[in-house]
């Protein structure tokens, strides 16, 4: 069973549009971070998100923690090229036990055309 | 944040024989991790890593297949053993700083033919 479901787990759009990725649970979790990862490199760590309701800005990106921390969201605006890659959503201390393994969602590739 | 690396990071490996990973952190940390990843395709954890102690393993993982040593607290390996093509995969160490946020090394890419 997988615990945390990204949505969509493909996205190719062009240059110069919004997009929303989604990271839903049915758990609450204490934290939730993001990622980005390009081919041939590790997972690069975007945001941690530990508020509920906690709205996070960098640069393009803007992170959203859901209310019951059982979500969160990742909107970029005016996608460009170096946008593209694997994002990740990972879930932080599974049932608000914080300092346990991450959950891992099954992941978002993002494709940006020029 | 440490900075991680990992060797090698590509091999290329003959079925049957095993392959040693290395992960180097350059400042102590308490908790590391190993993953495989197929490209693409999300993080599957293989085992937490701690040091002074044998290393957590996830289910469907074992430590015949896949050995860890965590000497020091800045350095692990993970070794692939008697590997198949289904071994063929991106494998991950990764640290954790604080309650929950983790880093990650380069990933190390092995092709098992």
């Known amino acids: 069973t997988q615990l945390l479901e990204q949505s969509p787990q493909f996205l190719s759009i062009q240059e110069g549009e919004n997009l929303t990725v989604y990271c839903n649970s049915s758990?609450?979790?204490?934290?939730l971070q993001w990622y980005r990862q390009e081919p041939g490199e590790g997972p690069v760590l975007l945001v941690t998100?530990?508020?509920?309701?906690e709205v996070k800005k960098l640069k393009r990106l803007t992170f959203q923690f859901g209310d019951a921390r059982k979500d969160s969201s990742l909107h970029i605006t005016a996608a460009q090229p170096g946008d593209t890659g694997l994002y990740l959503c990972?879930?932080?201390?599974?049932?608000?036990?914080?300092?346990?393994?991450?959950?891992f969602g099954e992941g978002t590739q993002l494709t940006v055309n020029p | 944040s440490a900075v991680i690396s990992q060797k090698p990071s590509r091999d290329i490996c003959q079925r049957g024989t095993s392959l040693t990973i290395q992960c180097q952190v350059d400042?102590?940390?308490?908790?590391m991790f190993w993953y495989r990843q197929q490209p693409g395709q999300s993080l599957t954890l293989i085992a937490t890593?701690?040091?002074?102690?044998?290393?957590?393993?996830e289910s469907g993982f074992v430590i015949d297949k896949f050995p860890i040593s965590r000497p020091n607290l800045t350095f692990s390996t993970l070794t692939v053993s008697n590997m198949s093509p289904e071994d063929s995969s991106i494998y991950l160490c990764?640290?954790?700083?604080?309650?929950?946020?983790?880093?990650f090394g380069p990933g190390t890419r092995l092709t098992v033919l």
């Open positions: 990972a879930g932080g201390g599974l049932g608000e036990t914080s300092g346990s393994r991450l959950t």
């Open positions: 758990s609450v979790f204490s934290s």
């Open positions: 998100v530990v508020t509920g309701g």
């Open positions: 400042s102590q940390v308490t908790m």
């Open positions: 890593a701690n040091q002074g102690s044998e290393a957590t393993y």
């Open positions: 990764s640290f954790r700083q604080g309650s929950d946020t983790q880093y």
